[in-house]
């Protein structure tokens, strides 16, 4: 520490509060996600850590992939927490899916708190070669 550096005063009197014991607003994440495109489709990676499949949420509404969590971190009953700053965090983003994409072919796969989607390519939009035909 420097002499910059100040400290909030600690009353002894507080106990740390979860956040649904005060009333306060879920805090909701944006995960950190990988997309990668390649001729057959796109591979989309979400990081939700503590999310389960049970807790997890895709969907696709006119062109929007939605991918919704949340995550569970358990506490022993005989821990008391002194301070906690997200004890039960929301996950939440979307994207605008390219009329390109077969939304209805979607896969998903949870493992180890990734979440992998698999989105193809309609075969229509696929690249293909055209035969050239002599004269």
């Known amino acids: ?5 100040q400290l ?3 009353n002894d009197g507080t106990v740390a509060q979860r956040p649904e014991d005060k009333g306060a607003r879920q805090v909701t994440l944006v995960p950190a996600v990988d997309i ?3 001729v057959n489709g796109v591979t989309l990676w979400a990081d939700l850590p503590g999310v389960s ?5 895709v969907s696709v509404n006119d062109g ?3 991918i919704e ?14 301070h906690a700053e997200i004890r039960q965090p929301h996950f ?3 994207f605008s899916l390219s009329p390109d994409l077969d939304a209805g072919q979607i896969g998903a ?3 180890d708190g990734v979440l992998k989607l698999t989105i193809p390519r309609r075969e229509e939009a696929r690249p293909r070669r055209i035969a050239i035909n002599l004269d």
């Open 8 to 10: 909030a005063q600690r």
């Open 1 to 5: 520490m420097n002499a910059n550096t």
């Open 36 to 38: 990668v495109e390649d």
């Open 92 to 94: 939440a983003r979307s």
């Open 64 to 66: 929007t992939l939605h």
């Open 69 to 82: 969590g949340q995550a569970i971190v358990p506490t022993p009953p005989t821990l008391r927490v002194q």
């Open 109 to 111: 796969q949870l493992q």
């Open 53 to 57: 499949r049970e807790n997890l949420q």
